[in-house]
Nanobody
Framework: QVQLVESGGGLVQSGGSLRLSCEAS????????MGWFRQAPGKEREFVTA????????YYTNSVKGRFTISRDNAKSTVYLQMNSLKPEDTAVYYC?????????????????????WGQGTQVTVSS
């Protein structure tokens, strides 16, 4: 079992930066790809980015490419999301998720169904 705890959310002005952290407990963290999703009020949860178990591969949704960077430190059982040039449309609750054990960067890496453990979420609000 994997438990995930996000931190680092908050209120920031448009153009600003935030760094989210997701600390994991459980022995399988370093064997799992990890992802970040977000959910804005009244909208479905959407994929943001994912990273392979080794950190060698990453994948981003188009709207955050060039602005967001995912990374991980397996020694600390932590995955990070550095968010720069934030926009009001980035406002959402951000969730960290652990992908099911197996192949890391699959064709369905952006599907919530590929993840079996989720954090409680952290609010990110970007003011204009």
């Amino acid at each position: 079992q994997v438990q995930l705890v996000e931190s680092g959310g908050g209120l920031v002005q448009s153009g600003g930066s935030l760094r989210l952290s997701c600390e994991a407990s459980g022995r399988t963290f370093s064997s799992r790809a990890m992802g970040w999703f977000r959910q804005a009020p009244g909208k479905e949860r959407e994929f943001v980015t994912a990273i392979s178990w080794s950190g060698s591969s990453t994948y981003y949704t188009n709207s955050v490419k060039g602005r967001f960077t995912i990374s991980r430190d397996n020694a600390k059982s932590t995955v990070y999301l550095q968010m720069n040039s934030l926009k009001p449309e980035d406002t959402a609750v951000y969730y960290c998720a652990a992908k099911r054990l197996g192949p890391s960067m699959t064709s369905t890496i952006d599907s919530p169904n590929d993840y079996d453990y989720w954090g409680q979420g952290t609010q990110v609000t970007v003011s204009s």
